[in-house]
């Protein structure tokens, strides 16, 4: 079982906005360690799209948006296209395991 | 900067294998490598983390004892190995470098299938 807990799917209408819930616990997320958020398309490899809880890298687009809050964070993206049909994964770092850990992913489908 | 692994294998149970990630533009000593696990139609699963510098390795205790980490500074390249292969190690296996904002560059991703 996946340390962080994410729905596994999610769906929306383009133009809409959709979130994706990331929850963790007392050792990772609520540890203050700081949760990033990956996209990653079919075949391909993950393309991360925050860091620090809220950053977003360089040419990702601002629809993106990212926030936490106690033991749990959200990937907020509005405007929906399609091209944002995806799985999104959040990671975080866990101190009880000494490492990094990843949510089990969500599948966000554009209707 | 670059990350490219090896291609793709195919190998049966019990037999050796070694998977290679090689960078490039930048300073391959200086960043950690990590390594990713995604089972076919699976998440993604973290395996754990390699300092190319001076070889420090941490394992995910999911994979501890199960892979071996190695680093090559002289190729610039990062290696997984697995010392006896079984069918449920059949996955696609990444490496990332660790920056200052986290994961950003990986590679391609291997592809290993393990079927007798």
């Known amino acids: 079982q996946p340390v962080l807990t994410q729905p596994p799917s999610v769906s929306g209408a383009p133009g809409q906005r959709v979130t994706i819930s990331c929850t963790g616990s007392s050792s990772n997320i609520g540890a203050g360690y700081n949760v990033l958020w990956y996209q990653q398309l079919p075949g391909t490899a993950p393309k991360l799209v925050i860091y620090g809880n809220s950053n977003r890298p360089s040419g990702v687009p601002a629809r993106f948006s990212g926030s936490k809050s106690g033991t749990s964070a959200s990937l907020g993206i509005t405007g929906l296209q399609a091209e944002d049909e995806a799985d999104y994964y959040c990671?975080?770092?866990?101190?009880?395991?000494?490492?990094?850990?990843f949510g089990g992913g969500t599948k966000l489908t554009v209707l | 900067v670059q990350l490219v692994q090896s291609g793709a294998e195919v190998k049966k149970p019990g037999e050796s294998l070694k998977i290679s990630c090689k960078g490039s533009g930048y300073s391959f000593t200086s960043n950690w490598i990590g390594w990713v696990r995604q089972m076919p139609g699976k998440g993604l699963e973290w395996m754990g983390i390699?300092?190319?510098?001076?070889?420090?390795?941490r394992y995910s205790p999911s994979f501890q004892g199960q892979v071996s980490f190695s680093a090559d500074k002289s190729t610039s390249t990062a290696y997984v190995q697995w010392s006896s292969l079984k069918a449920s190690d059949t996955a696609m296996y990444y490496c990332?470098?660790?920056?200052?904002?986290?994961?950003?560059?990986w590679g391609q991703g291997t592809l290993v299938t393990v079927s007798s």
């Open positions: 390699i300092y190319p510098g001076d070889s420090d390795t």
């Open positions: 990671q975080s770092y866990d101190s009880s395991l000494s490492g990094w850990v």
């Open positions: 990332a470098r660790l920056d200052s904002s986290g994961w950003y560059y």
